[in-house]
């Protein structure tokens, strides 16, 4: 509980930054579009989108973007390191802290680190009636990735192109391979007793400007992946193919509202009760761009079936700073 009560503390500062270097006189249409297009055409600095994903990438909360974050301006060697956190309630006592932070040298590279702290809520307890075994009450999720992006948008004089970015994520799971063992392999047994493995998503991304004013920014991707629950319940032995995506349409030049839907496998033996089958995870999302440097994100979830409970109530806040 103590990173917990460090890292809301350090979101509360985050969250005070001063509002230095605001948007004022940026009409909506053209700030979204400088935001979007993620081209090195300028020296001056866009709005701090996308935001950073739970994980470590540039996306939203769950989901990601084919837009890479802050890449190198006009006139800089390399780009500017941002960093973030947040605080996200499953209910139950499930919590999950994320602290992230990604490094874009060039333009079309993005190197991210996600670190994410989950308190396995109710589930130690009830293991612990049902067979007298004490498991540990949380596990450590390390999430270390690169992304590249193959297209640019409109690249090639082609107004109809998507963003398009390849990524690759090495996850470590610090915790799980405890708990496997003080359960004498049951999560083996299950087919979800690994502690790593790497997922690899391609993800599309394309900005449409048909409404004035009031730009909406579509980003799909496809995930292969062996963890399940992002892997904080651990890594099966079988690869799984999941589509995930989100829409965000700008209600103003600082202001976006955004749903995102990711798909969860469930590649492994459910013990009901105890470890149900995952649930496809769906959020509300509304970010607040508070200058260029700074984002405040809320968000509102159903994460279906996680673990032991039924967690249709998320709720979590997150905030990301760029240099």
Not at 150 to 174: D, H, M, R
Request: no cysteine; glycine share 12%.
């Amino acid at each position: 509980m103590k990173l917990s009560k460090f890292l809301g503390v350090g979101l509360s500062a985050l969250s005070l930054v001063t509002y230095q270097t605001a948007f004022a006189g940026t009409d909506d249409s053209d700030q979204s579009k400088t935001v979007a297009t993620n081209a090195v055409v300028a020296s001056d600095k866009g709005a701090p989108l996308p935001l950073h994903d739970v994980e470590g990438n540039g996306g939203v909360l769950v989901t990601q973007s084919a837009y890479i974050v802050n890449p190198p301006r006009e006139g800089q060697p390399v780009g500017l390191p941002a960093i973030g956190t947040g605080f996200i309630s499953l209910g139950h006592g499930q919590i999950l802290v994320p602290t992230t932070a990604t490094w874009s040298p060039i333009a079309r590279v993005e190197l991210g680190y996600g670190f994410d702290y989950f308190n396995l809520g109710t589930l130690p307890g009830l293991v612990n009636q049902a067979t007298g075994v004490r498991i540990q009450q949380q596990v450590y999720l390390n999430n270390f990735n690169a992304r590249f992006q193959l297209i640019k948008e409109n690249e090639f004089g082609q107004n109809w192109l998507p963003a398009v970015t390849f990524g690759v994520a090495y996850k470590y799971n610090s915790g799980i391979s405890t708990i496997n063992h003080d359960l004498g392999n049951l999560l083996s047994k299950i087919g979800d007793g690994g502690n790593q493995g790497v997922d690899f998503t391609l993800y599309g991304t394309k900005l449409l400007t048909f409404i004035p004013n009031h730009p909406i920014l579509l980003d799909a991707g496809i995930r292969e992946t062996r963890g399940q629950e992002l892997g904080l319940l651990g890594f099966s032995s079988k690869y799984t193919a999941l589509f995930e995506g989100n829409a965000g349409i700008f209600l103003t030049n600082w202001l976006i509202l955004a749903g995102e839907f990711r798909a969860q496998p469930n590649a492994y033996t459910a013990i009901p009760g105890v470890i149900n089958r995952s649930g496809n995870w769906e959020t509300v999302d509304l970010a607040w761009i508070v200058n260029k440097h700074l984002t405040i994100a809320a968000g509102y979830g159903y994460f279906g079936t996680v673990l032991n409970t039924l967690d249709n109530g998320v709720f979590g806040v997150t905030a990301k700073y760029e240099f």
